[in-house]
């Protein structure tokens, strides 16, 4: 398996504008996980799927922020309108039970 | 908020001396685990200790678990340059809902 990709590895949009991050999680694992990294708030837990089934958003940070899964093997997170201080690596991991694989990451800088 | 509190936030140490990295958590777990993060790039698994397991070896790395004081640490012995990198502990509750602390970053000076 590739393990957990991530798409695209870098985006630069401005405010206002919509940004859609995707995923596909490594085949067989039940849980996915979308995780925001800064400097400032470290590594933050946005949601979780279990079997495609959003389990806990609580910590997305607002209403732009929406997340969905239509299948085993994709997920995608949006945001609209972005906003300056959603600038952030997004980080999606895959697990099945335990440990947690992650991808490479999404830098999104919004301007 | 953070479940897991790592400490130190930084560690800077000479290469071939050990690195010992705390966690403390504030709520019952499943398992605990332990990720490596290289700048600029996803974490890494290292190891995962359950709640009913109070030590585990892996390689260079050691992880000890106490429940009672809701605390882990990781070990890590003979350090090379290599082992640069911040190090998470994340735990795993109910759902297998997995949070991550603040992280330890570490610099082994060669």
């Known amino acids: 398996d590739a393990g957990v990709i991530q798409s695209p590895r870098h985006e630069v949009t401005e405010m206002g504008q919509e940004v859609t991050l995707r995923c596909k999680p490594i085949?067989?694992?039940?849980?996915l996980f979308w995780y925001r990294q800064t400097m400032m708030r470290g590594l933050e837990l946005l949601i979780y799927?279990?079997?495609?089934?959003?389990?806990?958003d609580s910590g997305m940070p607002e209403d732009r922020f929406s997340a969905k899964m239509p299948n085993a093997s994709f997920s995608t997170l949006k945001i609209q309108p972005s906003e300056p201080r959603d600038s952030a690596v997004y980080f999606c991991?895959?697990?099945?039970?335990?440990?947690?694989?992650f991808g490479q990451g999404t830098r999104l800088t919004v301007v | 908020s953070q479940q897991g509190e790592e400490d130190p936030q930084a560690l800077s140490i000479q290469e071939g001396e050990n690195a010992t990295m705390n966690c403390s958590y504030k709520t019952s777990i499943n398992n605990l685990q332990w990720y490596r993060q290289n700048s600029g790039r996803g974490l890494v698994h290292l190891i995962l200790?359950?709640?009913?397991?109070r030590e585990k070896h892996s390689g260079r790395l050691r992880v000890t678990l106490d429940t009672s004081k809701k605390s882990s640490s990781l070990l890590i012995t003979a350090s090379r340059a290599a082992d640069t990198a911040s190090y998470f502990c994340a735990t795993g509750g109910g759902g297998f809902k997995t949070i991550f602390g603040a992280g330890t970053r570490l610099f082994v000076k060669a």
């Open positions: 991991a895959s697990s099945e039970r335990g440990e947690a694989f």
């Open positions: 799927f279990n079997n495609n089934v959003p389990i806990d």
């Open positions: 200790i359950r709640s009913n397991e």
């Open positions: 085949s067989g694992h039940d849980y």
